[in-house]
């Protein structure tokens, strides 16, 4: 893909499927600042990087819903490398309620990272980007931005506001040889997300068993499988490298053909 020595910033780089990406990003010479709110492991995740590449990486802690943690991680990552060609905006939390049940304050939160954290990093990325006349910004999304989900209307809400807003950010900033795409995933059943959080939460709502939420989504996916992190990277590989050039203003399904618009 030719990526080498291009610097990269991925929000949530810590832990499940970020740090998948900076693994991918660093094993392809790409220049990797792990962004995450836990030091401990973008820090581990930074190290982890450099072994594996032999190139530096940068551990940042940051918020990425406070405007200042989100310019001073722009800032660092400037003062390691002098440019930043690729921002993947990945931090995202899920919080599962009907409306009905759902309190304000975390239905607020819900869209403050998911949604909120994108635009900051998006909008303090972008100033660069511009002076460079280059860069790419790929936000990852869900197969919850493409249609409604029971129980999970905050997050629905805040991944498809989140298409609409990188499709404006792509017609604002192409003149500025800036794309924007955004990845839409299926549900990555194998997650630390899943596996330590949503099976219980599922199973709890839905009175079933644990196995059988796992057995009940992996029936929804034509193709019978889980998302994983390799289909992801792969189609982020793609998006981020000049190949795909002539491509802006998209939201991509990778979901086994569980979502088909």
């Known amino acids: 893909m030719h990526m080498k020595d291009q610097v990269a910033i991925v929000t949530g780089g810590g832990q499940g499927l970020g740090q998948a990406i900076c693994r991918r990003l660093a094993e392809a010479g ?21 072994n594996l590449s032999g190139r530096r990486a940068l551990a940042v802690q940051a918020d990425v819903t406070l405007e200042d943690h989100v310019a001073a991680m722009v800032a660092r990552t400037l003062e390691a490398w ?27 939160r819900v869209l403050d990272v998911n949604l909120t954290g994108y635009f900051l ?4 990325v972008a100033p660069i980007m511009k002076a460079q006349r280059r860069g790419v910004i790929i936000q990852i999304n869900s197969i919850s931005g493409k249609r409604g989900s029971f129980g ?33 995933p299926g549900h990555l059943l194998d997650s630390p997300l899943w596996v330590n959080s949503l099976y219980r939460q599922y199973a709890a709502r839905f009175q079933i068993t644990e196995a059988e939420v796992r057995q009940r989504y992996l029936d929804a996916v034509p193709l019978r499988r889980p998302c994983t992190y390799e ?27 569980q979502e088909m618009r």
């Open 30 to 50: 790409v220049h990797v600042a792990v962004v995450d709110r836990n030091t401990d492991a973008a820090h581990a995740t930074a190290l982890e990087l450099e």
């Open 82 to 108: 002098g440019r930043i060609d690729l921002l993947v905006a990945n931090a995202g939390i899920v919080i599962a309620s009907q409306a009905t049940e759902l309190e304000s304050a975390d239905f607020r």
């Open 121 to 124: 990093c998006a909008r303090h």
């Open 152 to 184: 999970n209307g905050a997050y629905c809400a805040g991944k498809a506001a989140g298409i609409g807003l990188t499709q404006s950010l792509a017609l604002e900033l192409a003149e500025y040889g800036i794309r924007v795409n955004a990845i839409c």
């Open 231 to 257: 289909d992801v990277c792969n189609l982020l590989m793609f998006l981020a490298s000049d190949q795909a050039g002539y491509m802006t203003g998209q939201a991509i399904n990778v979901n086994g053909g």
